[in-house]
Every structure is written in structure tokens, then in C-alpha cells.
């Protein structure tokens, strides 16, 4: 079981930057890929990259176009997205979300766990 709770969220301009947290809980968070998804209103939820449990190898979406990075403190619990060039496009719940095994899913339905996400809202 692990529980899963973001931070970081906020508004911020086009072009600025933003660093979410999601700190985890348990102590086999070293077992989990931990990965982060976006939902704008009206939309579904969609995926925006994950990592890998140990390897810290990373997979994204394509829109990330090499402005998002994601990494991961084992040793503190933690999972982050640092996040540039934002633009209005990017504006959604984000989500962090745990599961077993390979890092390439982007179902939300083949995560295991989520936590309750923050808002970013980027303004033009």
C-alpha cells in the first residue's frame, strides 16, 4: 500500500517554471514506478512522464518536449517534476501515481495508486 500526496501546485505565467512534489509513504516506495498525470477541465486524464523504481531511467509524453524532468528521492520518499516554459496549455490537476513494474504505461487505469493532486494554472 502507498499513499500519495502532491505539492507544489500554483499559478504561474507562460514561460515560467514550476517544481511539484508528491511524498510517499511505506517503506517499499523503492519497489514502485512513479509517474505523473494531468487532467484540464473537460478532458481526460493524461499521462506526463514516469520513473523508474530504482534505475531512475524516465519516459515522457511527447508534449513534454524536454521541458519537464522528473527524478525521485528513494531515501526521503519523494517523487518531483520540475517543470519549464510553461505554457496556458499545460494548465490541469496534476497527479502523482505509483504502480508495479514498467515505466512506458500510459493508461491512468494500470496505476496502482494516486494521490489527490494540486492545481497549476498558467496564465497567458
Known amino acids: 500500500q502507498v499513499q500519495l500526496v502532491e505539492s507544489g501546485g500554483g499559478l504561474v505565467q507562460a514561460g515560467g517554471s514550476l517544481r511539484l512534489s508528491c511524498a510517499a509513504s511505506?517503506?517499499?516506495?523503492?519497489?514502485?514506478?512513479m509517474g505523473w498525470f494531468r487532467q484540464a477541465p473537460g478532458k481526460e486524464r493524461e499521462f506526463v512522464g514516469a520513473?523508474?523504481?530504482?534505475?531512475?531511467?524516465?519516459y515522457y509524453a511527447d508534449f513534454v518536449k524536454d521541458r519537464f524532468t522528473i527524478s525521485r528521492d528513494n531515501a526521503r520518499n519523494m517523487v518531483y517534476v520540475q517543470m519549464n516554459s510553461l505554457e496556458p496549455e499545460d494548465t490541469g490537476v496534476y497527479y502523482c501515481?505509483?504502480?508495479?513494474?514498467?515505466?512506458?504505461?500510459?493508461?491512468?487505469?494500470?496505476?496502482?495508486?494516486w494521490g489527490q493532486g494540486t492545481q497549476v494554472t498558467v496564465s497567458s
Open positions: 511505506g517503506r517499499t516506495f523503492i519497489r514502485y514506478a
Open positions: 520513473i523508474h523504481s530504482r534505475s531512475g531511467r524516465t
Open positions: 501515481a505509483a504502480r508495479g513494474g514498467a515505466i512506458e504505461v500510459v493508461t491512468p487505469r494500470e496505476w496502482d495508486y
